[in-house]
Nanobody, 117 residues
């Protein structure tokens, strides 16, 4: 069983930055792919970014490439999402996920990101 707890969401002006954190329980964190997803009101949940295991590659949705960076600290069992140059369309509830990004096994409770224009 893996528990994921997100933090770092909040209100930011367009063009600003936020860093989301996701603290994970479990001893297999370093060997687990981690990802971030988001869901805006009235829309389906969508993939944002993923990082594959320790020292593994990263992948991003086209809409966030060049603005968002996913990283992980295996010593802290934590994955991060640095979000720069935020746009109003980035506003959503952001979820951390563990497991294959195509079909994660575990989800966090979500953290709200609000971007004012």
């Amino acid at each position: 069983q893996v528990q994921l707890v997100e933090s770092g969401g909040g209100l930011v002006q367009a063009g600003g930055s936020l860093r989301l954190s996701c603290a994970a329980s479990g001893r297999t964190f370093s060997s687990t792919a981690m990802g971030w997803f988001r869901q805006a009101p009235g829309k389906e949940r969508e993939f944002v970014a993923a990082i594959i295991r320790t020292g593994g590659g990263t992948s991003y949705a086209d809409s966030v490439k060049g603005r968002f960076t996913i990283s992980r600290d295996n010593a802290k069992n934590t994955v991060y999402l640095q979000m720069n140059s935020l746009k109003p369309e980035d506003m959503a509830v952001y979820y951390c996920a563990a497991g294959n990004p195509a079909r994660p096994d575990y989800w966090g409770q979500g953290t709200q990101v609000t971007v004012s224009s």
